[in-house]
Nanobody, 120 residues
Framework: QVQLVESGGGLVQSGGSLRLSCAASGSIFSVGAMGWYRQAPGKQRELVAGITSGGTTDYADSVKDRFTISRGSSKNYFLQMNSLKPEDTAVYYC???????????????WGQGTQVTVSS
């Protein structure tokens, strides 16, 4: 079973930057896609950025041109967040869709989340 651990969250002033990391452990045969989600208090969890196994990326309109998703390997993913705004304050989660073997079903793993707080 794959486990995900996020890191890199914290408190930053408006206009600042943070880099989130997501490290996966466990058996991964292939990755379908990886996404960064966030959930602010009282709001639904939303997809912020995603990257496919082929390297295609996409972003929510609210973070385009400010956030960049990338990967170091099939087990390491990053979210560079620049020009942060107070409305970016949320718990950020990484999600990985993967297969354990060629014939296995797809599984979805979630990290425990990392808090990002942007002060005005």
């Amino acid at each position: 079973q794959v486990q995900l651990v996020e890191s890199g969250g914290g408190l930053v002033q408006s206009g600042g930057s943070l880099r989130l990391s997501c490290a996966a452990s466990g058996s991964i045969f292939s990755v379908g896609a990886m996404g960064w989600y966030r959930q602010a208090p009282g709001k639904q969890r939303e997809l912020v950025a995603g990257i496919t196994s082929g390297g295609t990326t996409d972003y929510a309109d609210s973070v385009k041109d400010r956030f960049t998703i990338s990967r170091g390997s099939s087990k390491n993913y990053f979210l560079q967040m620049n020009s942060l705004k107070p409305e970016d304050t949320a718990v950020y989660y990484c999600n990985l869709v993967y297969r354990e073997s060629l014939l296995s079903h797809e599984f979805s793993a979630w990290g425990q989340g990392t808090q990002v707080t942007v002060s005005s």
